[in-house]
């Protein structure tokens, strides 16, 4: 079975629509996955026209209705948005309405009519003055799953990273980890994967200091205290995980195959190695989300000033909608 | 002018460096560029040549007073200070430890004594070191001790024309932040400039990367970028040196066309050594800079999961050979 995918179609007055549309021109994607956009179909119509595209826009309500052919976009109508609205410009009704493209996804999710979730961006400032008062996507979605325990991945063709912190000062992502956090974690890149169809996952976890701490001459122990009783508690659960490990040569170790997902305990850490490794285009992942819910989303923003030229480009788009389908749970 | 004089030494007996040397010194374009002084055992180096399948010939002297440059270009100076049944290949040992650190620090006081430009040295094993009697913090602090250096060097790493310093370097990541302080960020900006000038690299291009994740997005990440890397980045640039930066460290190597540089600056290992270990894990050069010798080696380890086997690569070996002689050529030509 192919995993249905539903791509939220984000702020209508941005670039989401447009790279939606030029994204699923790719026939390789329908081998793989079925997707169905959740948005509005006119405004899906309005993009096909800025790219010339030449699909045709199949409006449905449910999920079954949907065709999963390549040169039909299937889009679970919502009718929220104006034909008229303009591009490039904050609106109410838009941001309200790429809520609600969100929320209904998380619906759909929890029904299992779809399989995993592919943001394209919503605009902050319109959500908020469409009465949504959240800092962005993944806030709405822990909150929506009831969620705490979330962490961000990121997925290049060779390097699986998972984060024990993200968006803190340095300083602060130190103090922030802690055994917990480092099991709960672990567990999740183990269950992702698991899920996702990877029957024997192997984990391995970064040091934080240089070395991982070479036996506590360039470290305070921190490896000791934070990482090594979560990375204990996970193995005596029966998840493969191993580490901590000095992270210059874990990232290499893993980038030529020897795990299947590495834990960073710090944004940077976990980041640098999946652009050096050359993703281009790249996509943020949210696991963690209960029900096993896979979102996956863009790493760029709606982009007002070239929202309607046929100037975006699709790639992280595409990338994004991979990384779902490869996520998502395999029945 | 004068071939330039270069002392190697084969690093930790037990590694994969005896081999590595030989294999490098099999390079006759690269051998015939300097003469070449190895200083060890030489019941090592035999058993070097045995695994790499080579046989160099060679001038074996006691002393440095015997190397006549007229009369050859490879020179053994065999310290005898190893025996056979105290060490195997593959295998961590005191013995190794010590006869490494040993010929490293012969190696250096022939070139203290302006016999040699540069010490080009195979990869050494902290452990074994420390077990065989020589304490220290990390490589670049073991050498600074036997020069008497208190201040003034720092490692930098070289893969093909891409380098990396860094402003702190083997400490817990905690304390990082209290060891950033605009003073040594702009110090270690200069120092990266002397060195890649002394390289010959002309007005070399350099890129600070910041410390906290966005480089600060803003202050809503961390202070420092505005507070400390950036007003001492200004400075530097005021005495004419080509820089920018704070960048995001997530993205500087990747960005590295886009952003044009010749060598990166990190605030902390990890920043700059997980980047440069994916881009070629045995390529890489490290040089001890700002000591009074010249002092370079192959980025990788001892490896002695495969050493003995002549299946080490000896690439890195062959960089840190040319890197040294980068590295001193424009003293020479001042001589």
Redesign the interface.
């Known amino acids: 079975m192919k995993p249905v995918v539903g791509i939220t179609m984000g702020d209508a007055a941005g670039i989401g629509p447009e790279i939606i549309v030029k994204a699923l021109q790719d026939e390789t994607l329908y081998e793989q996955c079925h997707p169905v956009v959740i948005g509005d179909a006119k405004i899906l119509e309005r993009a096909k026209q800025v790219v010339q595209a030449d699909v045709t826009i199949h409006s449905v309500h449910s999920v079954k209705e949907s065709v999963f052919q390549h040169g039909t976009i299937d889009c679970y109508d919502m009718n929220l948005v104006s034909k008229d609205l303009p591009f490039g410009q904050i609106s109410p009704q838009a941001g309200d309405a790429a809520y609600k493209y969100v929320a209904e996804g998380i619906a759909l999710a929890k029904s299992d009519d779809i399989q995993a979730i592919c943001t394209a961006p919503l605009n902050k400032e319109a959500m908020h003055k469409g009465g949504h008062l959240y800092p962005g996507h993944t806030e709405i979605l822990a909150d929506l799953t009831d969620t705490k325990d979330y962490s961000m991945m990121l997925s290049g063709p060779n390097l699986k990273v998972i984060h024990l912190t993200t968006h803190v000062g340095l300083l602060q992502a130190i103090e922030n980890i802690n055994p917990e956090r480092t099991y709960t974690v672990v567990r999740l890149a183990h269950e992702t994967l698991l899920r996702a169809g990877n029957e024997n996952p192997s984990v391995a976890v970064c040091g934080i200091n240089p070395h991982a701490g070479e036996n506590g001459l360039f470290g305070n122990g921190e490896e000791e205290e934070k990482l090594i009783p979560g990375i204990e508690k996970a193995q005596q659960e029966g998840i493969q995980v191993e580490g901590p490990y000095p992270a210059d040569t874990l990232f290499f170790r893993a980038g030529r195959g020897d795990f299947d997902i590495v834990v960073a305990c710090y944004h940077d850490q976990g980041h640098a190695p999946v652009k050096v490794l050359g993703l281009e285009a790249g996509v943020n992942i949210t696991v963690g989300l209960k029900g096993g819910i896979i979102r996956t989303s863009v790493d760029h923003g709606t982009a007002f000033d070239i929202a309607g030229k046929n100037i975006a480009d699709e790639q992280s788009m595409q990338e994004a909608i991979r990384a779902a389908l490869d996520l998502a749970p395999k029945k | 002018m004068d071939k330039q004089t270069i002392t190697l030494t084969l690093g930790d007996s037990s590694g994969i460096g005896p081999e590595l040397v030989v294999k490098a010194l099999n390079d006759m374009d690269l051998r015939d560029s300097a003469n070449w002084i190895i200083v060890g055992d030489e019941e090592i180096f035999n058993k070097g040549m045995k695994i790499a399948g080579k046989t160099l010939t060679y001038n074996r002297i006691s002393n440095i007073e015997e190397f006549d440059p007229q009369a050859g270009n490879l020179w053994f100076i065999d310290l005898n200070n190893m025996n056979a049944s105290d060490y195997n290949i593959g295998e961590l040992s005191a013995a190794s430890g010590k006869q490494s650190g040993e010929a490293l620090k012969y190696a250096m006081n022939i070139a203290l004594d302006n016999y040699a430009d540069a010490v080009v040295y195979g990869p050494l094993n902290k452990d074994a070191l420390h077990k065989g009697g020589f304490n220290f913090?990390?490589d670049l602090h073991f050498f600074a001790d036997l020069l008497n250096c208190k201040e003034g060097f720092g490692e930098v790493n070289v893969m093909d024309d891409l380098w990396v310093t860094r402003v702190t370097?083997?400490?817990?990541?905690?304390?990082?932040?209290e060891n950033i302080s605009e003073e040594r960020v702009r110090k270690t900006i200069e120092f990266a400039h002397g060195i890649l000038t002394q390289a010959n690299i002309e007005n070399p291009k350099l890129a600070v990367s910041a410390?906290?994740?966005?480089a600060?997005?803003n202050g809503l990440?961390?202070d420092e970028e505005y507070d400390i890397i950036k007003p001492a980045i200004e400075k530097v640039q005021n005495k004419g040196i080509n820089v920018a930066g704070p960048y995001?460290?997530?993205?500087i190597?990747?960005e590295r066309k886009k952003l044009d540089f010749d060598c990166m600056i990190a605030m902390?290992?990890?920043?700059a050594?997980?980047?440069?270990?994916?881009?070629g894990?045995n390529r890489g050069v490290t040089i001890s800079g700002g000591l009074p010798v010249i002092l370079t080696t192959p980025a990788h380890g001892t490896a002695f999961d495969i050493a003995g086997k002549n299946k080490a690569d000896e690439g890195a070996m062959i960089h840190a050979m040319r890197k040294a002689q980068d590295l001193i050529s424009k003293e020479v030509t001042q001589k």
């Open positions: 913090h990390d370097s083997h400490i817990p990541l905690r304390e990082v932040r410390l906290n994740p966005h600060g997005d990440l961390g995001p460290s997530d993205t190597l990747n902390y290992h990890d920043q050594q997980i980047g440069m270990k994916l881009l894990f």
